[in-house]
Protein backbone atom coordinates (compact mmCIF):
# COMPACT_ATOMS: atom_id res chain seq x y z
CA UNK A 1 0.00 0.00 0.00
CA UNK A 2 1.79 3.11 -1.29
CA UNK A 3 1.31 6.49 1.20
CA UNK A 4 -1.65 7.81 -0.66
CA UNK A 5 -3.47 5.05 -0.06
CA UNK A 6 -2.47 4.91 3.79
CA UNK A 7 -3.54 8.65 4.60
CA UNK A 8 -6.93 7.12 2.70
CA UNK A 9 -7.17 4.66 4.80
CA UNK A 10 -6.43 6.84 8.40
CA UNK A 11 -8.41 9.44 7.30
CA UNK A 12 -11.49 7.14 6.37
CA UNK A 13 -10.70 5.48 10.04
CA UNK A 14 -10.77 9.11 11.54
CA UNK A 15 -13.94 10.64 9.40
CA UNK A 16 -16.71 9.34 11.49
CA UNK A 17 -15.56 10.98 14.69
CA UNK A 18 -14.89 7.57 16.94
CA UNK A 19 -11.49 7.14 18.49
CA UNK A 20 -9.69 4.71 16.92
CA UNK A 21 -6.70 2.81 18.75
CA UNK A 22 -3.56 3.26 17.21
CA UNK A 23 -3.35 -1.13 17.23
CA UNK A 24 -6.23 -0.37 15.04
CA UNK A 25 -4.69 1.50 12.95
CA UNK A 26 -1.47 -0.69 12.24
CA UNK A 27 -3.93 -4.01 11.25
CA UNK A 28 -5.92 -1.95 8.54
CA UNK A 29 -2.79 -0.35 7.11
CA UNK A 30 -0.70 -3.29 7.94
CA UNK A 31 2.14 -1.23 8.59
CA UNK A 32 5.29 -0.71 11.57
CA UNK A 33 4.73 1.49 14.31
CA UNK A 34 7.22 4.22 12.62
CA UNK A 35 5.23 4.16 9.32
CA UNK A 36 2.08 5.07 10.78
CA UNK A 37 3.56 7.47 12.94
CA UNK A 38 5.18 9.21 9.76
CA UNK A 39 1.73 9.29 7.70
CA UNK A 40 0.09 10.82 10.84
CA UNK A 41 2.66 13.31 10.98
CA UNK A 42 2.45 13.69 7.50
CA UNK A 43 -1.08 14.69 7.44
CA UNK A 44 -0.77 16.98 10.42
CA UNK A 45 1.78 19.45 9.14
CA UNK A 46 1.43 19.57 5.46
CA UNK A 47 -2.57 18.83 5.13
CA UNK A 48 -3.40 20.86 8.72
CA UNK A 49 -5.55 17.55 9.87
CA UNK A 50 -6.61 18.64 13.36
CA UNK A 51 -5.75 14.93 14.49
CA UNK A 52 -5.71 14.76 18.19
CA UNK A 53 -4.23 11.39 20.02
CA UNK A 54 -4.44 10.14 24.28
CA UNK A 55 -0.87 11.60 25.76
CA UNK A 56 0.33 7.63 25.75
CA UNK A 57 -0.87 7.92 21.83
CA UNK A 58 -2.83 4.95 22.45
CA UNK A 59 -6.12 6.60 20.74
CA UNK A 60 -6.35 8.77 17.80
CA UNK A 61 -9.26 10.90 16.58
CA UNK A 62 -10.29 14.48 14.54
CA UNK A 63 -10.64 17.65 16.63
CA UNK A 64 -14.71 17.72 17.28
CA UNK A 65 -14.80 21.80 17.43
CA UNK A 66 -12.24 22.35 14.72
CA UNK A 67 -13.71 22.52 10.88
CA UNK A 68 -14.85 19.59 9.19
CA UNK A 69 -11.69 18.42 7.23
CA UNK A 70 -11.02 16.58 3.85
CA UNK A 71 -8.47 15.32 2.46
CA UNK A 72 -7.27 18.29 -0.39
CA UNK A 73 -7.71 17.97 -4.19
CA UNK A 74 -8.02 14.92 -5.92
CA UNK A 75 -7.55 11.48 -3.68
CA UNK A 76 -7.54 8.38 -5.01
CA UNK A 77 -5.60 4.91 -4.57
CA UNK A 78 -3.71 3.68 -7.58
CA UNK A 79 -6.46 1.25 -9.40
CA UNK A 80 -8.87 4.26 -9.26
CA UNK A 81 -6.04 6.66 -10.75
CA UNK A 82 -5.43 4.30 -13.46
CA UNK A 83 -8.64 3.61 -14.38
CA UNK A 84 -9.58 7.44 -14.67
CA UNK A 85 -6.04 7.79 -16.92
CA UNK A 86 -7.05 4.74 -19.15
CA UNK A 87 -11.04 6.27 -19.53
CA UNK A 88 -9.14 10.00 -20.64
CA UNK A 89 -7.19 7.88 -22.94
CA UNK A 90 -10.29 6.13 -24.62
CA UNK A 91 -12.01 9.24 -24.61
CA UNK A 92 -9.20 11.04 -26.76
CA UNK A 93 -9.19 8.00 -29.12
CA UNK A 94 -13.23 8.13 -30.00
CA UNK A 95 -12.70 11.71 -30.56
CA UNK A 96 -8.96 13.57 -30.36
CA UNK A 97 -8.74 16.47 -28.89
CA UNK A 98 -12.59 16.58 -27.61
CA UNK A 99 -11.78 16.67 -24.24
CA UNK A 100 -7.98 18.19 -24.32
CA UNK A 101 -8.80 21.59 -22.48
CA UNK A 102 -10.76 20.44 -19.89
CA UNK A 103 -9.13 17.31 -18.95
CA UNK A 104 -5.32 18.47 -19.60
CA UNK A 105 -4.96 20.08 -15.84
CA UNK A 106 -6.77 16.99 -14.16
CA UNK A 107 -4.36 14.33 -15.92
CA UNK A 108 -1.49 16.44 -15.17
CA UNK A 109 -3.12 16.28 -11.65
CA UNK A 110 -3.39 12.67 -11.98
CA UNK A 111 0.23 11.77 -13.01
CA UNK A 112 1.28 13.39 -10.12
CA UNK A 113 -0.47 11.55 -7.77
CA UNK A 114 0.56 8.32 -8.95
CA UNK A 115 4.00 9.54 -9.05
CA UNK A 116 4.06 10.69 -5.70
CA UNK A 117 3.17 6.69 -4.89
CA UNK A 118 6.24 5.34 -6.88
CA UNK A 119 4.26 4.70 -10.04
CA UNK A 120 4.59 5.64 -13.50
CA UNK A 121 1.42 6.85 -15.40
CA UNK A 122 3.34 6.09 -18.23
CA UNK A 123 2.45 2.43 -18.05
CA UNK A 124 -1.62 3.32 -19.08
CA UNK A 125 -0.19 5.50 -21.93
CA UNK A 126 1.74 2.87 -23.21
CA UNK A 127 -0.23 -0.22 -22.80
CA UNK A 128 -3.62 0.69 -23.17
CA UNK A 129 -4.54 1.58 -26.47
CA UNK A 130 -7.94 1.88 -28.80
CA UNK A 131 -7.36 1.57 -32.35
CA UNK A 132 -9.74 3.18 -34.57
CA UNK A 133 -10.35 1.69 -37.85
CA UNK A 134 -11.57 3.63 -41.24
CA UNK A 135 -12.98 6.42 -38.71
CA UNK A 136 -13.89 9.80 -39.97
CA UNK A 137 -11.82 13.30 -38.35
CA UNK A 138 -14.69 15.32 -37.40
CA UNK A 139 -13.37 19.07 -36.43
CA UNK A 140 -13.55 19.36 -32.84
CA UNK A 141 -15.31 22.45 -32.85
CA UNK A 142 -17.63 21.03 -35.54
CA UNK A 143 -18.32 18.44 -33.09
CA UNK A 144 -18.44 21.07 -30.22
CA UNK A 145 -21.15 22.97 -31.98
CA UNK A 146 -23.68 19.49 -32.62
CA UNK A 147 -22.85 18.59 -28.86
CA UNK A 148 -23.62 21.38 -27.51
CA UNK A 149 -27.35 21.66 -29.80
CA UNK A 150 -28.06 18.17 -28.36
CA UNK A 151 -27.14 18.70 -24.48
CA UNK A 152 -28.73 21.77 -24.37
CA UNK A 153 -31.70 20.90 -26.24
CA UNK A 154 -31.50 23.59 -28.64
CA UNK A 155 -32.85 23.58 -32.46
CA UNK A 156 -29.57 23.97 -35.01
CA UNK A 157 -29.87 24.67 -38.12
CA UNK A 158 -27.00 23.14 -40.50
CA UNK A 159 -25.96 22.37 -44.05
CA UNK A 160 -25.70 18.50 -44.64
CA UNK A 161 -23.63 17.20 -46.93
CA UNK A 162 -24.76 13.80 -47.63
CA UNK A 163 -22.99 11.02 -49.24
CA UNK A 164 -26.00 9.08 -50.84
CA UNK A 165 -27.33 11.89 -53.08
CA UNK A 166 -23.86 13.85 -53.50
CA UNK A 167 -25.27 17.37 -52.73
CA UNK A 168 -25.32 19.72 -49.86
CA UNK A 169 -29.19 20.94 -48.25
CA UNK A 170 -29.73 23.42 -45.88
CA UNK A 171 -32.02 22.05 -42.65
CA UNK A 172 -32.74 22.47 -39.64
CA UNK A 173 -33.11 19.72 -37.27
CA UNK A 174 -34.05 19.24 -33.55
CA UNK A 175 -31.03 16.98 -31.82
CA UNK A 176 -32.12 13.93 -30.16
CA UNK A 177 -29.33 12.11 -29.33
CA UNK A 178 -25.16 11.48 -30.75
CA UNK A 179 -24.55 7.99 -31.53
CA UNK A 180 -20.89 6.17 -31.76
CA UNK A 181 -20.83 3.94 -34.01
CA UNK A 182 -17.89 1.59 -35.45
CA UNK A 183 -15.52 4.68 -34.76
CA UNK A 184 -18.11 7.45 -36.19
CA UNK A 185 -20.06 9.78 -34.68
CA UNK A 186 -24.06 10.21 -36.08
CA UNK A 187 -26.22 12.86 -34.86
CA UNK A 188 -30.04 11.67 -34.45
CA UNK A 189 -32.19 14.65 -35.10
CA UNK A 190 -35.80 15.49 -35.86
CA UNK A 191 -35.90 16.80 -39.56
CA UNK A 192 -38.20 19.75 -40.62
CA UNK A 193 -37.56 18.75 -44.05
CA UNK A 194 -38.31 15.43 -43.84
CA UNK A 195 -40.96 15.42 -40.86
CA UNK A 196 -39.49 12.62 -39.33
CA UNK A 197 -36.33 11.50 -37.55
CA UNK A 198 -33.34 10.62 -39.50
CA UNK A 199 -29.46 10.31 -39.12
CA UNK A 200 -27.11 12.56 -40.11
CA UNK A 201 -23.07 12.06 -40.26
CA UNK A 202 -21.52 14.27 -37.77
CA UNK A 203 -18.46 14.45 -40.15
CA UNK A 204 -20.89 15.66 -43.42
CA UNK A 205 -22.31 18.22 -40.87
CA UNK A 206 -21.36 22.17 -41.01
CA UNK A 207 -23.23 23.67 -38.50
CA UNK A 208 -24.81 27.30 -39.62
CA UNK A 209 -26.67 28.59 -36.50
CA UNK A 210 -28.32 27.82 -32.72
CA UNK A 211 -31.46 29.68 -32.73
CA UNK A 212 -32.66 30.06 -29.26
CA UNK A 213 -35.91 28.03 -29.70
CA UNK A 214 -36.06 24.99 -27.44
CA UNK A 215 -36.15 21.28 -29.62
CA UNK A 216 -38.73 19.12 -30.21
CA UNK A 217 -38.54 16.36 -27.86
CA UNK A 218 -39.13 12.68 -29.47
CA UNK A 219 -39.04 10.15 -26.45
CA UNK A 220 -36.55 8.15 -25.93
CA UNK A 221 -38.49 4.67 -26.45
CA UNK A 222 -39.35 6.04 -30.28
CA UNK A 223 -35.50 6.54 -30.70
CA UNK A 224 -34.72 3.41 -29.32
CA UNK A 225 -37.02 1.78 -31.77
CA UNK A 226 -35.51 3.53 -34.85
CA UNK A 227 -32.09 2.83 -33.79
CA UNK A 228 -32.42 -0.55 -32.73
CA UNK A 229 -34.99 -1.88 -34.96
CA UNK A 230 -32.95 -3.21 -37.20
CA UNK A 231 -29.26 -4.06 -38.10
CA UNK A 232 -26.51 -1.34 -38.42
CA UNK A 233 -26.60 2.15 -38.82
CA UNK A 234 -29.43 2.06 -41.05
CA UNK A 235 -33.07 3.41 -39.22
CA UNK A 236 -36.59 2.43 -39.83
CA UNK A 237 -38.50 -0.37 -39.24
CA UNK A 238 -37.21 -4.00 -39.86
CA UNK A 239 -38.18 -5.50 -43.42
CA UNK A 240 -37.04 -8.93 -42.93
CA UNK A 241 -35.30 -10.75 -41.62
CA UNK A 242 -31.51 -11.95 -42.85
CA UNK A 243 -30.71 -15.72 -42.42
CA UNK A 244 -27.01 -16.38 -42.65
CA UNK A 245 -24.87 -19.50 -42.00
CA UNK A 246 -21.52 -19.54 -41.38
CA UNK A 247 -18.40 -22.62 -41.67
CA UNK A 248 -17.48 -23.99 -38.42
CA UNK A 249 -14.43 -21.86 -39.43
CA UNK A 250 -15.81 -18.37 -39.45
CA UNK A 251 -18.36 -19.98 -36.36
CA UNK A 252 -15.33 -19.11 -33.88
CA UNK A 253 -15.68 -15.56 -34.58
CA UNK A 254 -19.20 -15.08 -35.29
CA UNK A 255 -20.68 -17.21 -32.70
CA UNK A 256 -19.50 -15.17 -30.28
CA UNK A 257 -20.21 -11.33 -31.86
CA UNK A 258 -23.48 -9.52 -31.20
CA UNK A 259 -24.24 -7.82 -34.65
CA UNK A 260 -27.82 -7.03 -33.06
CA UNK A 261 -29.82 -7.31 -29.88
CA UNK A 262 -32.37 -9.21 -31.38
CA UNK A 263 -30.43 -11.95 -33.05
CA UNK A 264 -30.85 -15.95 -33.53
CA UNK A 265 -28.15 -17.53 -33.00
CA UNK A 266 -28.15 -21.40 -33.36
CA UNK A 267 -26.09 -24.74 -34.84
CA UNK A 268 -27.84 -26.43 -37.66
CA UNK A 269 -26.27 -29.15 -39.29
CA UNK A 270 -22.74 -28.41 -38.12
CA UNK A 271 -23.16 -24.99 -39.27
CA UNK A 272 -23.53 -22.10 -37.32
CA UNK A 273 -26.89 -20.06 -38.03
CA UNK A 274 -27.41 -16.34 -37.69
CA UNK A 275 -30.82 -14.30 -37.91
CA UNK A 276 -30.66 -10.79 -37.66
CA UNK A 277 -33.57 -7.84 -38.44
CA UNK A 278 -32.72 -5.35 -41.41
CA UNK A 279 -34.13 -2.56 -43.37
CA UNK A 280 -31.59 -1.44 -45.12
CA UNK A 281 -29.26 -4.22 -46.94
CA UNK A 282 -26.65 -2.06 -47.66
CA UNK A 283 -23.93 -2.03 -44.57
CA UNK A 284 -25.52 -5.49 -44.12
CA UNK A 285 -24.37 -6.35 -47.63
CA UNK A 286 -20.61 -5.47 -46.72
CA UNK A 287 -20.53 -7.23 -43.54
CA UNK A 288 -21.65 -10.63 -45.81
CA UNK A 289 -19.29 -10.04 -48.59
CA UNK A 290 -16.30 -9.85 -46.00
CA UNK A 291 -16.47 -13.26 -45.06
CA UNK A 292 -16.32 -14.35 -48.88
CA UNK A 293 -17.19 -18.37 -49.21
CA UNK A 294 -17.69 -18.81 -45.13
CA UNK A 295 -20.91 -17.03 -45.67
CA UNK A 296 -24.12 -18.09 -47.22
CA UNK A 297 -27.23 -15.91 -47.38
CA UNK A 298 -30.27 -18.43 -46.78
CA UNK A 299 -33.17 -16.08 -46.86
CA UNK A 300 -34.99 -14.18 -47.90
CA UNK A 301 -33.95 -14.35 -51.90
CA UNK A 302 -34.18 -10.72 -52.49
CA UNK A 303 -30.81 -10.40 -50.10
CA UNK A 304 -29.07 -13.69 -51.39
CA UNK A 305 -29.64 -12.25 -55.26
CA UNK A 306 -27.93 -8.78 -54.11
CA UNK A 307 -24.99 -10.63 -52.50
CA UNK A 308 -24.98 -12.52 -55.86
CA UNK A 309 -25.42 -10.20 -57.73
CA UNK A 310 -21.90 -8.18 -56.16
CA UNK A 311 -20.03 -11.57 -56.57
CA UNK A 312 -20.32 -11.39 -59.96
CA UNK A 313 -19.74 -8.06 -60.52
CA UNK A 314 -16.68 -8.35 -58.15
CA UNK A 315 -15.85 -11.42 -59.95
CA UNK A 316 -16.16 -9.51 -63.45
CA UNK A 317 -13.64 -6.46 -62.83
CA UNK A 318 -10.92 -9.17 -62.11
CA UNK A 319 -11.51 -10.98 -65.67
Not at 32 to 38: D, F, H, I, P, V
Not at 60 to 67: I, N
Not at 169 to 183: C, F, I, N, T
Not at 283 to 308: C, F, H, N
Request: glycine share 6%; proline share 6%; hydrophobic share 40%.
Amino acid sequence: MNPAERILRIHRELKPGKRVTFKRLRETLEVSEATLKRDIAYMRDFMDAPILNERDGSGYWYDADALEFELPGLWFNDSELYALLASEQLLEAVQPGLLTPYIGPLRSRIRKLLEHGGHSADTVTSRVRLQAAARRPVDAQRFGAVAGAVLNGRILDMEYHGREKGRASRRRVHPQRLLHYRDNWYLIAWCEQAQDLRTFSLDRIRPLDTPPAPARTVPDNDIDRLVGATFGIFTGEAKGWAVLRFTPHAARWVADETWHPDQIGQWVDGVYELQVPYSDDRELLMDILKYGPDVEVVAPDSLRQAVVQRVKETAARYQ
